[in-house]
C-alpha cells in the first residue's frame, strides 16, 4: 500500500486491517509506504505537485494500491499514478 500522507493515514489504517484479516488477497502479504507530496495551485499555470518524501522502497515488480483522501479535479492523483508507473509496479489500483 502507498498511503498518500497525511490526510489518507486513517482511512489506510482501516483499509489495511480489513486487507490483512483477509483471507485470500489480490495483494498477498501487505506493506504499509507513504508517500508525501505537496501541491500548489496557481490561477495562471496547471497544478504543480512536488514531492516531499518519496517512496522508501522501490515498487518494482509489486502490486501497488494507492490510498488516498480525496480526488478533486484529478490532476494530483494523475500525477501520483504516473509518477509510481515509472518505477515499473506489476500493477497499480487506487482506493479513495
Do not use: C
Not at 502507498?2 to 486513517?10: C, D, K, P, R, S
Not at 480489513?18 to 496557481?42: A, C, D, M, P, Q
Request: no cysteine; hydrophobic share 40%.
Amino acid at each position: 500500500m502507498v498511503v498518500i500522507l497525511h490526510g489518507a493515514m486513517f482511512f489506510a489504517t482501516d483499509l489495511y486491517q480489513r486487507l490483512e484479516n483477509t483471507e485470500e488477497s489480490f495483494f498477498g502479504k501487505l506493506s504499509l509506504h507513504t508517500l508525501v507530496i505537496s501541491t500548489y495551485k496557481n490561477t495562471t499555470e496547471p497544478e504543480q505537485v512536488r514531492i516531499l518524501k518519496d517512496l522508501s522502497k522501490s515498487p518494482r515488480g509489486k502490486h501497488v494500491l494507492i490510498v488516498e483522501d480525496i480526488v478533486d479535479t484529478g490532476e494530483t492523483l494523475y500525477w501520483i499514478l504516473k509518477h509510481l508507473k515509472a518505477k515499473k509496479p506489476k500493477s497499480i489500483k487506487v482506493a479513495v
